[in-house]
């Protein structure tokens, strides 16, 4: 059974950083492609950034992009979302989703995510 487990939210300062773990483990499969997901009250959720394990592609929203950076080690089967110059509007439950498999993976963004973890608080205060 997949297991995915989030850590490393709580609260930072506009302007601040922060950086998300998602920890995967139980899958057969050595190819993924894992996603950081986002969902504040009243919003609905949002892709923040992905990437893939077979070629490194890598994916992150409008929104985000020039301040979060997905980074992934695959010895500690470990992706971070490393997030900088935060804003209040980056307030939202953090949520990482995987798929695993054979297929040779690219394009992360397009992908259905199969696998959920219990998601993380990020908040930003003003």
């Known amino acids: 059974e997949v297991r995915l487990v989030e850590s490393g939210g709580g609260l930072a300062q506009a302007g601040g950083s922060l950086r998300l773990s998602c920890t995967f483990s139980?899958?057969?499969?050595?190819?993924?492609?894992i996603a950081w997901f986002r969902q504040a009250p009243g919003r609905e959720r949002e892709r923040v950034s992905c990437i893939t394990s077979t070629d490194g592609g890598t994916y992150s929203a409008d929104s985000v992009k020039g301040r979060f950076t997905i980074t992934s080690d695959n010895a500690k089967n470990t992706v971070y979302l490393q997030m900088d110059n935060l804003k209040p509007d980056d307030t939202a439950v953090y949520y990482c989703?995987?798929?695993?498999?054979?297929?040779?993976?690219?394009?992360?963004?397009?992908?259905?995510?199969?696998?959920w973890g219990q998601g993380t608080q990020v908040t930003v205060s003003s």
């Open positions: 139980g899958s057969t499969f050595r190819n993924y492609a």
């Open positions: 989703a995987a798929i695993f498999g054979n297929y040779y993976y690219t394009n992360c963004h397009e992908y259905r995510y199969e696998d």
